[in-house]
């Protein structure tokens, strides 16, 4: 049996490991998830000095994990969300210096604070801990050490603060505090930082307020992904390979408003008239897309949600003369509040570069924007109630008139006909 690689005992009713299974050396991976009936899991299991991948999410029962967890040394990822037993405690884990995914999603491990041990697991790059009854001060300020962090969920969460040093985390990508109903501020965040899920956090106001630190660390997240995509493009053409590409993606609750200069268009699509030689402007950045929905409803129709609880897409289309040029860019959540429909305190925005279009300046000099909205949850349609296109500029720099030409709940394809005027303002950082 030492040739044996992955043991896949999930959804058992095995009440208890054999303590012979220490002798599965070569063993790399076993998967316990909803042993509902698993009571204990032996000592002895830390002799499996190969083991890499350890899931025991789901154990209700499971009285305790092995005090000697950390002489796993070769352990890569650890799941132990949802474990209920009060009785129940995490270990020591400040040996398993290779862990890279670490998930204690709804479990009682943690009892309100994690231990400041894990702070020192420098190759863990994927942290959940939400919905573990953290409060303030529950989250320690070494949490700035992890220097592979790249997504920390901390979603469901009572504290109202975060430690300021987490804008020292300079890989970190995806920030997760949605449901934290005691939130009541949010520190400078790591340029890095691609996308930030702040929806529900009832406390938050004015996050995109001129005057908001968020804003300003949006901003700066904003231009070192500018920067990025620059250096992505240059190594694409030289080594004739693509790349896809996201934005900068914020969830935030409806309250806390869309950027500063933007206005709200009702129904889920606005087109405009971009301002002359917008391309060429080395001053112009790109777009803030936003958008808000309405609840589900008996009568929505069925949509592409691929696989998602929710999924929100923005289909942007560049119409150059008889020319048009379209890309669709999607934002997905696997929050369980869309479960339930929940959808309509929300407002997504993207931030998008003017780099990632690739255009000829040549040939961009009157062009028409549309932008149109759509949103699934769960495979169904759910209805766009408003949304808004916002220019970003660098600070100080000014912006012509765009003309806002037709806004409507049906998808059209002629985007010239007139309508009012818009003036966009820039977004101070």
């Known amino acids: 049996m030492k040739i044996l690689r992955e043991?896949?005992?999930?959804?058992?009713?095995l009440k208890e490991l054999p303590s012979s299974i220490q002798h599965l050396q070569g063993l790399q991976y076993l998967d316990l998830e909803n042993c509902k009936n698993l009571l204990n899991i032996p000592d002895n299991i830390c002799n499996l000095r190969s083991l890499k991948t350890l899931i025991v999410s789901g154990c209700s029962k499971l009285n305790k994990l092995p005090k000697n967890l950390g002489s796993l040394t070769q352990l890569q990822v650890l799941c132990a969300a949802r474990l209920d037993s009060k009785s129940c405690q995490l270990p020591s884990l400040s040996d398993l210096r290779v862990l890279r995914i670490l998930n204690l999603d709804r479990s009682n491990l943690v009892h309100g604070a994690i231990r400041s041990d894990i702070s020192i697991l420098?190759?863990?790059?994927?942290?959940?801990?939400?919905?573990?009854?953290?409060?303030?001060?529950?989250?320690?300020?070494?949490?700035?050490?992890?220097?592979?962090?790249?997504?920390?969920?901390?979603?469901?969460?009572?504290?109202?603060?975060?430690?300021?040093?987490?804008?020292?985390?300079?890989?970190?990508?995806?920030?997760?505090?949605?449901?934290?109903e005691m939130l009541q501020q949010i520190p400078e965040l790591p340029?890095?930082?691609?996308v930030l899920d702040a929806h529900g956090c009832i406390r938050l106001e004015s996050l995109l307020s001129p005057q908001s630190l968020l804003l300003s660390s949006l901003f700066k997240c904003f231009k070192s992904e500018i920067q990025e995509l620059e250096c992505r493009m240059v190594l694409s053409s030289l080594f004739l390979q693509g790349?896809?590409?996201?934005?900068?993606?914020?969830?935030?609750?409806?309250?806390?408003?869309?950027?500063?200069?933007?206005?709200?268009?009702?129904?889920s699509q606005v087109a405009m008239m971009l301002p002359w030689n917008w391309y060429e402007n080395n001053n112009f950045l790109g777009f803030a897309l936003c958008s808000?929905?309405?609840?589900?409803?008996?009568?929505?129709?069925?949509?592409?949600?691929?696989?998602?609880?929710?999924?929100?897409?923005?289909?942007?289309?560049?119409?150059?003369?008889?020319?048009?040029?379209?890309?669709?860019?999607?934002l997905k959540s696997r929050c369980t509040c869309y479960n339930d429909g929940g959808v309509s305190d929300q407002v997504w925005v993207m931030y998008y570069p003017k780099g990632a279009f690739r255009m000829n300046p040549a040939s961009v000099e009157h062009t028409y924007l549309r932008a149109s909205f759509h949103g699934y949850i769960h495979g169904r349609a759910v209805k766009v109630k408003k949304c808004a296109v916002q220019f970003l500029?660098?600070?100080?720099?000014?912006?012509?008139?765009?003309?806002?030409?037709?806004?409507?709940?049906?998808?059209?394809?002629?985007?010239?006909?007139?309508?009012?005027?818009?003036?966009?303002?820039?977004?101070?950082?």
Do not use: M
């Open 7 to 13: 043991l896949r005992l999930d959804g058992t009713s």
């Open 122 to 180: 420098y190759s863990l790059e994927e942290v959940d801990l939400s919905y573990c009854n953290l409060a303030e001060g529950g989250i320690p300020s070494e949490i700035c050490y992890l220097s592979s962090l790249q997504a920390l969920y901390l979603k469901g969460n009572r504290f109202s603060s975060i430690p300021s040093g987490i804008s020292q985390l300079s890989k970190l990508k995806i920030l997760d505090l949605s449901h934290c």
């Open 191 to 194: 340029s890095s930082l691609r």
């Open 243 to 267: 790349f896809f590409y996201h934005g900068v993606n914020i969830v935030i609750s409806e309250s806390s408003g869309i950027p500063e200069g933007g206005t709200w268009h009702q129904g």
């Open 292 to 330: 808000a929905y309405s609840p589900l409803d008996n009568e929505s129709e069925d949509g592409d949600g691929d696989g998602y609880p929710c999924t929100f897409k923005c289909l942007l289309t560049f119409q150059i003369g008889t020319f048009a040029w379209r890309c669709e860019l999607p």
């Open 393 to 429: 500029f660098s600070q100080g720099s000014s912006v012509q008139d765009a003309n806002v030409i037709k806004r409507s709940d049906y998808a059209q394809d002629d985007l010239e006909d007139d309508s009012h005027h818009k003036r966009l303002r820039t977004v101070q950082h």
